[in-house]
């Protein structure tokens, strides 16, 4: 009797499987039982062969990456996110630092001659740095290199900036367009669920907040990326409340590139106890993420965080773009345990990388126009 009725369960799981399969080679999208079902029923393999299907209607087999560095203004931050490893009290002179605006225009300069098109600035929220000060260095950076394309700041630094500044949204984001403002990175997102946001870090912008910023944006003209911390407290339920809330936005504006989910790292952190997800469950992420999304036009592993192995393995499981080829000036991934305690891969290893997973390496700018075929 147990025997039948595993054989009808079985049967009625392939059915299912089949179903949702049906809908996403016919381009309907799946609804949010069916990520559900995805994340508790489907096999690796299953998942990725759907998930690259889309990835090579949508992109064949271009993996794309750019020549970008980071500027890290401070570490300094008035939150508290209990993942973060990185941030520091105002009051840590030991280990805080933050950077003056010469000094972050002398790390521009250090790349004078070499053909980086982007700087993705991102640190801390820090509580003296002023939208006057981003404005300034925005300035700076454009006068010295003006078709170096500025990424900068998380709608967490942005929230903060303009409400110490007594600035709308949209007035705030017009004062850093015209200092320089090129486009927005996806950070800040974490887990958009108040029950999950609230214990990881409830002090920083909600999700309305987090989303309003971005929507604002793209009506503005700015592309903006958007992320998602996951492989901790949350359950599957809470990942596709937060990938919900992305499509929809994503339905509105059109304005979103690319989704990066970003695994959790538990090193030095106040979520050590917590054990890292596998890399089964890391696949099963972005395959789930490229098939969820379907008005995402990429899907970013960012291998600082990931590695280089995993990263090579997800151009396999959705992912179409590699981020690019820093140097070793970020610190935040690092500090909370990534595989790169140094992530740093020039061009001719990255295009090495890409071609050994049997994919087709295109340096891209920002906004994905192509640059270079190799
Ligand atoms: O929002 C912090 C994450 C993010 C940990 O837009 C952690 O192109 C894992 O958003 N474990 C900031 N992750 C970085 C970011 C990003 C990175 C690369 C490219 C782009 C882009 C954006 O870093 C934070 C947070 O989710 N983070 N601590 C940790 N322990
Ligand atoms: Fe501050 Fe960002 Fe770290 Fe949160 S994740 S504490 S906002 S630096």
């Not at 029923?41 to 980071?70: C, M, V, W």
């Not at 690019?324 to 891969?345: H, L």
Request: one cysteine or more; charged letters at 25%.
């Amino acid at each position: 009797m147990d025997t039948f009725k595993a054989v009808i369960a079985t049967k009625s799981k392939e059915a299912k499987l089949q179903e949702i399969a049906e809908k996403v080679t016919a381009s309907v999208r799946i609804t949010d039982e069916d990520a559900l079902y995805l994340f508790k029923e489907a096999s690796l393999p299953f998942l990725g062969s759907l998930a690259n299907s889309i990835r090579e209607s949508k992109q064949g087999d271009i993996t794309y990456f750019n020549r970008n560095f980071h500027i890290e203004p401070t570490n300094v931050c008035v939150f508290s996110c209990h993942f973060c490893a990185y941030s520091r009290i105002y009051s840590n002179r030991e280990e805080g630092w933050e950077l003056t605006i010469e000094q972050m225009l002398d790390q521009v300069k250090k790349y004078d001659g070499i053909p980086v098109t982007e700087v993705h600035i991102v640190g801390g929220v820090h509580p003296k740095m002023d939208l006057k000060f981003f404005a300034t260095l925005l300035d700076a950076i454009k006068k010295h290199r003006p078709e170096l394309h500025i990424k900068a700041f998380t709608a967490v630094e942005y929230d903060y900036m303009f409400r110490k500044a007594k600035l709308s949204t949209e007035e705030g984001l017009k004062t850093l367009m015209a200092a320089g403002l090129d486009s927005i990175p996806g950070g800040g997102a974490e887990i958009f669920h108040p029950d999950i946001r609230n214990q990881i870090c409830a002090d920083k912008v909600d999700a309305e907040g987090w989303l309003d910023i971005h929507a604002t944006a793209h009506r503005l003209g700015l592309h903006s990326n958007a992320t998602m911390l996951y492989g901790h407290i949350e359950q599957y339920e809470h990942r596709i409340d937060h990938m919900r809330r992305l499509r929809d936005l994503q339905d509105e504006t059109k304005g979103f590139q690319t989704f990066i989910p970003l695994k959790f790292r538990n090193k030095d952190n106040d979520m050590s106890h917590i054990a890292e997800s596998s890399i089964i469950e890391d696949m099963k992420m972005y395959a789930i993420a490229r098939i969820y999304l379907d008005n995402f036009p990429h899907l970013k592993a960012y291998w600082p965080m990931l590695g280089r192995q995993q990263a090579q393995m997800s151009l396999h499981f959705g992912v179409d773009d590699l981020d690019g080829t820093i140097d070793d000036t970020t610190k935040i991934y690092s500090m909370a345990g990534s595989e790169e305690q140094t992530p740093s891969m020039n061009t001719d290893e990255l295009v090495m990388l890409i071609k050994q997973a049997g994919r087709k390496p295109v340096e891209r700018d920002t906004l994905y126009n192509v640059l270079k075929e190799y």
